[in-house]
């Protein structure tokens, strides 16, 4: 089928449903819904079958739903209607969700169903939830869709949907967001703040400061006056709550880009006393660990969870320094886990928008996370594994690909390029790792190819080693790793040599130069495109135009 995207931005579901349905044979434009004509005018020149709407902020006009076929993904179980679905399912503590796959009619989210997909509700962030059961869901939905629509078969009309108990809701206001700290006991104030990550956060203010939270996590031994911030830590705050704390690991102020708390607050946040983790270990959930270190048998986890997946210098150096801290451990395989929703998403674009000198913040950052990878590619110690449960992108992508094996949970999105970012080059030590894998064509290929990238492809294509079933990837992560570490001497043996013969070949240090040559030109040099793609992509300025390697019907 000829399928049209129509959607607010090309985001990670959209990306999801672009690949799967690509991957199955059918034809997919992209359009972003920018106004009705520019909408109009896509769907003249790609004349589809079917047009797709998985992430929308408006209704499809009525000049194109009423002469094709236009279906909607509400993330909401059926009945369900507004633009606030699963901010109020969090809210209001749901146990079980949905997707929904409506015909767009004047109403919105009112049109007959196509499919539905539930899933079991986790206490989660609302981005967390999106990208992860909501994705899942609107696959399994959009599919069976589709198998209707081969069928020859009619959508349902709402009233005739058995037991279908979702309704109207409005647009979640700041109001209906607003924390009462004198009140509130911890877990209200998660739920709430869960329930508007990562947009649109809920506005508060901190340290005197009127500003939207976002990024919060439980604090079960620190005690304080209910509002006050009783303490700092990396890039978040701890504030007491009436019965315990939370820590804020990001804010945003009115008119500003989202940042660490500890940043946006440096200076009134200087004489909070400072807490600093004991250590790597895995604590025990009481406090906030953005890394944490696990151990069984011979197999070592380290565990990072950055927001956004955003590595910045200082992440690029504490996890560095951690995993330098692990290959000391008498193991054999240490998987690098990253965070459930992304393992990474390479340089932390904010903090360099932020900084005083962007160039020469991305200069500091791109050679703090070169270095992560060097130890990694250099670890001769043990053999490392890069477990990825969650999205990866740009850097990122590469970053994994500096361990001696990459395992993916299938439905992972990847998005190894670095072009969208103005043209980046790229480092990482990409021009070093990719070739031996999928070949010197291979590799420019990757590059050029700006599109996202599901798991079994970059495992098709041998840049990646295996893709995992979603279910049980934890649990078959760890049962690979202790086999790998059975097979240890052999394989750390071959390593070895490898790299003794890589390195007589061409040295580490010349790829490293090779591309940050480049990268310094990306930087500091005459075409200012990084600068503007990064500004643009920080402060989400609106779209005014679909890319063209998304919208074929323009090419
Ligand atoms: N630095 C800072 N923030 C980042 C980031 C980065 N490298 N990558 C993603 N984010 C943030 C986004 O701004 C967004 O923030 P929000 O919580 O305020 O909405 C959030 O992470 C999720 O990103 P989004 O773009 O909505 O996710 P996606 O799954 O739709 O898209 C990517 C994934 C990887 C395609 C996209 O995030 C991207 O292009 N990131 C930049 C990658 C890059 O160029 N890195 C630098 C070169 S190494």
């Given at each position: 089928m000829k399928v049209l995207f129509l959607t607010h931005s090309f985001n990670s579901l959209t990306q999801r449903l672009f690949a799967e349905l690509t991957a199955r044979g059918h034809e997919v434009s992209v359009e972003f819904d920018i106004a009705d004509a520019v909408s109009e005018e896509a769907v003249a020149l790609w004349q589809p079958d079917l047009i797709l709407a998985p992430f929308l902020k408006r209704a499809i006009p009525a000049s194109i739903w009423r002469h094709h076929l236009c279906w909607v993904v509400h993330p909401g179980i059926v009945g369900d209607r507004g633009p606030s679905a699963l901010d109020w399912a969090i809210q209001e503590g749901e146990n079980e969700w949905g997707v929904t796959v409506l015909q767009a009619e004047a109403e919105m989210d009112a049109g007959p169903i196509w499919a539905t997909a539930s899933f079991p509700m986790r206490r989660a962030r609302k981005a967390s939830l999106y990208r992860q059961e909501v994705t899942e869901a609107s696959v399994t939905a959009v599919l069976s869709a589709l198998e209707r629509l081969k069928r020859g078969e009619k959508p349902t009309p709402l009233h005739e949907w058995p037991n279908a108990r979702g309704r109207l809701r409005p647009l979640m206001k700041q109001a209906d967001r607003a924390i009462d700290w004198q009140n509130d006991d911890m877990q209200t104030v998660l739920r709430k703040i869960d329930a508007a990550d990562g947009f649109p956060g809920v506005a508060d203010s901190l340290l005197g400061h009127a500003c939207h939270l976002y990024d919060a996590w439980p604090e079960t031994r620190l005690k304080g006056e209910p509002g006050a911030v009783i303490a700092r830590r990396e890039t978040a705050l701890c504030r007491a709550t009436v019965d315990g704390a939370v820590w804020i690991g990001h804010v945003k102020r009115a008119g500003g880009i989202k940042?660490?708390?500890?940043?946006?607050?440096?200076?009134?946040?200087?004489?909070?006393?400072?807490?600093?983790?004991?250590?790597?270990?895995?604590?025990?959930?009481?406090t906030w660990q953005d890394i944490r270190y696990e151990e069984d048998g011979a197999v070592g986890f380290l565990h990072f969870d950055f927001y956004n997946g955003a590595m910045s210098t200082r992440q690029?150096?504490?996890?560095?320094?951690?995993?330098l801290w692990a290959t000391a451990r008498p193991t054999r395989v240490i998987v690098l886990m990253g965070g459930r929703?992304?393992?990474s998403n390479g340089i932390h674009l904010n903090l360099i928008e932020h900084a005083a000198s962007p160039a020469d913040?991305?200069?500091?950052?791109?050679?703090?996370?070169?270095?992560?990878?060097?130890?990694?590619?250099?670890?001769?110690?043990h053999l490392t594994v890069a477990a990825l449960s969650g999205n990866a992108g740009a850097g990122g992508c590469f970053l994994a690909r500096a361990?001696?094996?990459?395992?993916?949970?299938?439905?992972?999105?990847?998005?190894?390029?670095?072009?969208?970012?103005?043209?980046?080059f790229g480092s990482e030590f990409w021009t070093y790792l990719l070739p031996p894998r999928v070949g010197s064509e291979g590799a420019a290929a990757i590059m050029r190819h700006r599109l996202p990238m599901l798991a079994y492809a970059a495992v098709e294509c041998g840049f990646y080693d295996a893709v995992l079933p979603a279910p049980t990837f934890g649990d078959e992560v760890a049962r690979r790793a202790a086999a790998l570490a059975q097979d240890f001497a052999a394989r750390i043996a071959a390593k070895r040599a490898r790299r003794a013969a890589d390195e007589a070949r061409k040295p580490l240090a010349a790829y490293r130069a090779e591309e940050l040559a480049q990268m310094r030109r990306n930087f500091y040099g005459f075409d200012p495109s990084y600068h503007v793609a990064r500004w643009h992509f920080v402060a989400k300025t609106p779209h005014s135009w679909t890319p063209r390697h998304l919208a074929r019907h323009r090419m």
């Open positions: 940042l660490p708390a500890t940043v946006t607050f440096a200076r009134e946040a200087a004489g909070v006393p400072e807490l600093p983790l004991a250590g790597w270990w895995s604590a025990d959930h009481a690029c150096e504490r996890l560095r320094e951690a995993f929703d992304f393992w913040e991305s200069w500091a950052n791109i050679n703090a996370i070169d270095d992560l990878a060097e130890a990694l590619i250099r670890c001769e110690s361990c001696d094996e990459v395992w993916v949970r299938d439905g992972v999105v990847l998005n190894p390029h670095y072009k969208n970012m103005g043209n980046l």
